[in-house]
């Protein structure tokens, strides 16, 4: 809502003056004897003003108004008071030079400088001066904030593009993970099952001629598949990762909240979930999770895992009573760029509790 103060502006201010000045100069015209020239003189006044409001008139043309009223002046000296407007104007436009011939007509006394015209003529430059300060603190105050909307569109972007590159590393990890396992089961237990192969072959071999030799390679072909078995089971035992992650991450987190009791429901096969997707589901639970402890009073929590071919969606819903001037925090807005970033969204619902639902889309290729 605009404050009384924020309906004035620098434009209002220089319309109310001008008209000050004219409604002055005319007063002064009607209870004096000027003829025509007067007329003219204040007629011509407001149009140069009223061209002045509309059109942004260059500075010189401040001499044009000098020049009417110290040609009227002969003939009706009170038109020394119209002076005021175009030394108004030289300081509104921060041009003081333009008015050095109306001090050059004081100083050689063309103007007489009576002391109700010296106010006049102060109080015109005092004004136009003070307006000119206060429109060029409006005018930088507007280049801040222009530039610290660029900032933050631009810091927006950036994080965006943070978080994208999260994702795409997130991606790029669990690909060379692959690609070791890979490796390790190729150089390692697939040479051992070769050679067990091998090994078994010319036991047959040696078995069907009776040979004596055929004992001991019988012996080395157990020996590789023992060993072999060995070794896929350190290459799993080396797999499982030293934190719980996937679905056993997302009942650690309930299972360890102690504040009220959680209730998890899954749906779904949850092993078609994508690593990096689990950290944004697991980051929405977290803070589902603590603001229910925080701003909503809540007694109970549902957590809900839904999962098909297309889209994974988590549902936190507590029976707590949210505050209406609660505003999304931090943390809520940093969860729904990451969403965003993963071509998913966040949504809220306090219609009953609150509620948080997360969704986000299924990769059909690629890695999981």
Known sequence: ????????????????????????????????DAGTEGFVLVFALAILAIARWRFSLPSWTTLVDQILCMSIIPYWPEAGFGLALPLFETMLAGKPLFSLPILAA?????VDPDLPLLLMLVQASFAGWIVFCWSKQI??????????????????????????????????????ERHRISQKLHDEVGHE??????????????????????????????????????????????????QAIGIRSLEEICRNFKAMPVQLQIYGDTSRIAAHLWVILNACLKEALTNAVRHSKAKH????????EHIVRLSVQNDGVLDSSSLPGTGLRNLRQR???????????????????CVLPMEKEGIR
């Open 139 to 176: 005018h930088q105050y507007r280049l801040e904030a222009d530039q610290e909307r660029r900032d933050r569109y631009e810091l927006e972007i950036l994080k965006g593009e943070l978080l994208m590159a999260n994702v795409q590393t997130a991606q790029l990890a669990e690909l060379r």
């Open 193 to 242: 099952l070769t050679a067990a192969l091998l090994a078994f072959q010319a036991f047959e071999t040696l078995w069907r001629e009776n040979d004596p030799q055929a004992e001991d390679m019988f012996a080395q072909a157990q020996m590789r598949l023992s060993r072999s078995a060995l070794e896929l089971r350190e290459t799993v035992h080396n797999m499982q990762p030293v």
């Open 1 to 32: 809502m605009r404050s009384y103060t924020d309906s004035w502006s620098p434009s209002i201010a220089v319309v109310i003056w001008r008209m000050f000045a004219l409604l002055l100069l005319a007063a002064l015209w009607f209870m004096g």
């Open 339 to 357: 969403a965003q970033a993963a071509g998913g969204s966040i949504s809220t619902n306090t219609s009953s509790g609150f509620q948080l639902v």
């Open 301 to 308: 929590v549902e957590v809900s895992l839904d999962v098909n």
């Open 106 to 110: 004081l100083v050689i006394g063309y």
